[in-house]
């Protein structure tokens, strides 16, 4: 899973990684709507994510999603 919110970035990214199965995720809202059930192999998080009304920092999120995501390198 790639979570960036730069879209310029996010987009390079995404070209450079066109040929593996990554999920994308750009939006906030998108992050609210993990819950833990999905598969993945890697999570690649941007720590700069800008907070938004009813989100989280990028550091914020990197404790939240090792304990949704036990066993997924983050």
Same mark, same amino acid.
């Given at each position: 899973?790639?979570?960036?919110?730069?879209?310029?970035?996010?987009?390079? +990214?995404?070209? /450079?990684?066109?040929?593996?199965?990554? !999920?994308?995720?750009?939006? %906030?809202?998108?992050?609210?709507? *993990?819950?833990?059930?999905?598969?993945?192999?890697?999570? +690649?998080?941007? /720590?700069?994510?800008?907070?938004?009304? !009813?989100?989280?920092?990028? %550091?914020?999120?990197?404790?939240? *999603?090792?304990?949704?995501?036990?066993?997924?390198?983050?």
């Amino acid at each position: 899973m790639l979570i960036d919110d730069d879209p310029r970035f996010h987009q390079q +990214l995404k070209e /450079l990684l066109h040929s593996f199965s990554f !999920e994308y995720i750009q939006d %906030h809202h998108d992050l609210l709507d *993990l819950d833990g059930t999905e598969t993945m192999d890697l999570i +690649l998080l941007d /720590l700069e994510l800008e907070e938004g009304e !009813e989100t989280y920092t990028g %550091h914020d999120w990197i404790e939240r *999603l090792k304990d949704m995501y036990k066993k997924v390198p983050l």
